[in-house]
């Protein structure tokens, strides 16, 4: 077996790039983060960052994708629940919680709305595909297509509301009262 390529030079700086952002947003709204903010963390020239990306939201645009792509890729989700879909999407969610709050709450919201929706139709692909024993699965393709659509509408809305909401602390309650609401319609 062959190790795994390194990243490239330009990778790993606009890694570094994207950690001092995070850095950043910890603390800070990103409408407040400006350029000269990002080097300084970073330790880089402002030449470096305008190398790499246009501006702040294209950074933004490649950390969010790096978070969902690093996460689909290196933790598959074991969901064999609609409450494991519910509860992935919370711990990621509550894990990165300053991070999304600002992002979240920015012009950049619709850069981290397209990499949620990838990852509700990754965790629910993933949750069809392990046989799920919490519903019935349709008998047609046709019928499993729209399935698989509806709940992935239902984890993506539940998210965003969710997080419209502040993040309240009673949301796990209401994931257990959902999932049971639907086993007892099966």
């Known amino acids: ?3 795994p390529t390194p990243p490239s030079k330009s990778t790993r700086t606009k890694r570094r790039l994207a950690d001092a952002l995070l850095v950043l947003l910890q603390n800070h709204p990103i409408s407040e983060i400006t350029v000269e903010d990002i080097v300084t963390q970073c330790e880089v020239n402002r030449n470096t960052f305008y190398y790499h990306f246009d501006n702040i939201g294209e950074l933004v645009e490649f950390y969010v994708k790096s978070i969902v792509d690093d996460l689909i890729e ?4 074991h969901v064999t629940s609609l409450g494991d879909c519910f509860n992935a999407a919370i711990d990621f969610a509550l894990y990165n919680a300053n ?6 709450h920015s012009t950049n919201r ?4 397209r990499h949620l929706w990838h990852l509700c139709e990754y965790t629910i692909s993933s949750y069809i ?3 799920p024993k919490d519903i019935n699965l349709p008998a047609t393709g046709e019928e ?4 698989r659509e509806y709940l992935k509408f239902e984890l993506f809305g539940f998210t965003i509301d969710y997080l419209t ?16 609401l639907i086993k007892s319609q099966n």
């Open 74 to 77: 290196k933790h598959p989700p």
């Open 144 to 147: 499993m297509l729209v399935l």
């Open 165 to 180: 909401r502040g993040m309240p602390e009673d949301v796990r309650d209401k994931v257990v009262i959902l999932t049971k």
């Open 129 to 131: 595909s392990s046989d």
């Open 1 to 3: 077996m062959t190790a």
């Open 110 to 113: 619709a850069v981290f709305e």
């Open 99 to 104: 991070i999304i709050k600002n992002v979240f």
